[in-house]
């Protein structure tokens, strides 16, 4: 899977840009603030149908422009095809496929698979446990359009429970009608969970290789998925048991059922739902210890990089190809050893987009092949 050419209108600070990309490393050079992170930003944009960086659309449009396109010609397993995104001051953003406007945006899902690395992922390590969900259903919901459909369903259903949780509490509702929506949420929740579980698992495994390489074999990386049940009760020895053998269908549903029981009265009370998938966290750990607390920024560092190294081989696994690499600026943070390290492993099979304010720390890894360009305020000033 590759982006063969990528065309930019009024996105962000790029009034027009045409370039073709190399199917595998492409580095944009530059100083800061001239447009490499917008330019990742809007294949980002393209196959996710949001920005990693604003929640407001109207921000990625050219100032005082009224309308962005992003268009890109791709190349995956299934054949050729051109993806079109317009974002509009005044209407809804669209998304085309082949020419094909889609109905839902979460039907663009799964045509354009990337992972992206940026300095704020950091705070998959650092940040709240919102952070580390968001980061497995957007992995999970490129690859699997069932886990699409499941977990759209369960925001539905828990949006409703909420607001018929907030009638009880006003008196307007009736307590046994809660039984309804509980059967639903239980339902989409199982799937979910099960799904992220499993899905857990396997990146440990992907990411303590990766990281024992990039490492030189100094650290050992473990992964551990922590439903809401394990990250409310559990204890810190408790978290390295869990795993997906411990959460087959049955079990889940049984464990959230009792939850919700356990919860009804506190829910009532306060009209939200407080147990389910949208509590849960994921736990990483150096030689048995907690990354968030103890290790460094540089260790943090190098356990993100990992992770997304084992994104890539998860991707490849379930679906057949490698995702677009999307690397904003993060690499040079890195020692000569463990850049190389990573470059080594995605060399030749990934296409990477990577930028970078100094192509010199890259050159001296003496690289097989590569596209580099420069970005100076939003246009292309050189290609080689």
Do not use: C
Not at 87 to 95: I, Q
Not at 233 to 252: K, M, P, W, Y
Not at 362 to 374: N, T
């Amino acid at each position: 899977m590759h982006v063969e050419a990528l065309e930019l209108n009024q996105f962000r600070n790029y009034r027009n840009l045409n370039i073709e990309l190399d199917p595998y490393l492409n580095i944009f050079v530059g100083d800061n603030a001239q447009g490499k992170t917008n330019l990742l930003e809007s294949v980002y944009f393209l196959a996710t149908g949001r920005s990693h960086r604003t929640n407001r659309d109207w921000d990625l449009i050219y100032w005082h422009g009224e309308e962005a396109q992003v268009k890109a010609q791709v190349t995956t397993a299934i054949g050729s095809f051109t993806m079109r995104a317009v974002l509009s001051r005044d209407r809804r953003k669209r998304f085309m496929i082949g020419g094909e406007e889609l109905r839902r945006q979460s039907d663009l899902l799964g045509f354009l698979n990337v992972v992206l690395f940026s300095p704020d992922d950091l705070q998959l390590i650092k940040g709240s446990p919102t952070m580390r969900r968001r980061f497995i259903d957007l992995l999970l919901a490129q690859i699997s359009k069932v886990y699409r459909h499941d977990l759209v369903n369960y925001n539905r259903v828990l949006q409703q429970r909420n607001t018929f949780l907030k009638s009880i509490a006003e008196g307007k509702g009736k307590r046994e009608d809660l039984l309804l929506w509980d059967e639903q949420l239980i339902h989409y929740g199982t799937q979910i969970m099960v799904r992220r579980a499993k899905a857990v698992e396997r990146l440990g495994e992907l990411a303590g290789i990766n990281h024992r390489r990039i490492s030189g074999g100094e650290e050992n990386l473990t992964v551990h998925y922590l439903p809401f049940y394990a990250a409310e009760g559990s204890s810190d020895n408790e978290f390295g048991t869990l795993n997906s053998h411990d959460f087959d269908a049955v079990r889940i549903g049984e464990d959230f059922a009792q939850g919700l029981e356990a919860n009804r009265q506190q829910e009532m009370r306060r009209g939200v739902t407080l147990v389910g998938p949208q509590r849960d966290d994921i736990l990483f750990r150096i030689d048995g210890k907690d990354a968030r607390q103890f290790a460094s920024q540089g260790q943090q560092r190098t356990v993100v990089l990992a992770v997304k190294l084992a994104e890539l081989e998860f991707m490849r696994e379930e679906v057949g190809e490698y995702p677009v690499f999307l690397l904003d600026d993060v690499l040079s943070e890195l020692d000569f050893s463990r850049r190389s390290s990573f470059l080594e492993i995605i060399g030749g099979k990934v296409q990477t987009l990577l930028t970078t304010t100094d192509v010199g720390n890259f050159r001296q890894d003496k690289l097989d092949h590569y596209r580099e360009y420069g970005i100076v305020d939003g246009r292309l000033v050189g290609e080689g």
